[in-house]
Every structure is written in structure tokens, then in C-alpha cells.
């Protein structure tokens, strides 16, 4: 698994378990629901601006984000 991937599997985890909709996270994040999809499929390069914006979005700390078995391997 590359890093977009893992990325993106951590973005949709932490979503899921807010029980928001890739809509509700884009406007929080002020990017588009479509940027959240390709972002949580691996499709998209995510600069660290806007990772950093959907992080806090999704109410965690970078280093939160960062301290899961996805990243771990």
C-alpha cells in the first residue's frame, strides 16, 4: 500500500467513525466532495495545506492521524 492510499484509508476511517458524508467533511475542510473521494481512494496527491485542513476537520491532531496501524507497516 503506497502513502496516497493510507492516507486516504485513514481520512474515510476517522470520517466514518464521525458519521459525516465526504460533503460534510469538504465543506469543513473548504475543498470538494469530489477532492475528498479521490483523496480517500488513493486518486490524489493531497498537499500538506489541505491535509492539514482536513485533519482538523475531522478533529484530530496531525499527530493523531499519523499514530495508526496504516502507518505503521
Known amino acids: 500500500m503506497n ?3 493510507k492516507v486516504g484509508q485513514r ?3 476517522l470520517r ?3 458519521e459525516i458524508s465526504q460533503e460534510a467533511l469538504g ?3 473548504d475543498v470538494d466532495r469530489t477532492y475528498v473521494t479521490d483523496v ?8 500538506v495545506e ?3 485542513r482536513l485533519i482538523k476537520a475531522l478533529g484530530v491532531s ?3 492521524f499519523f499514530n495508526s ?5
Not at 480517500?40 to 498537499?47: D, K, P, Q
Not at 496501524?69 to 507497516?73: G, L, P, S, V
Open 40 to 47: 480517500e481512494n488513493g486518486r490524489r496527491n493531497v498537499s
Open 16 to 18: 466514518n467513525d464521525l
Open 50 to 52: 489541505i491535509l492539514e
Open 62 to 64: 496531525i499527530a493523531e
Open 11 to 13: 481520512i474515510k476511517e
Open 27 to 29: 465543506l469543513k475542510a
Open 69 to 73: 496501524k496504516e502507518f505503521k507497516k
Open 3 to 5: 502513502i496516497k492510499d
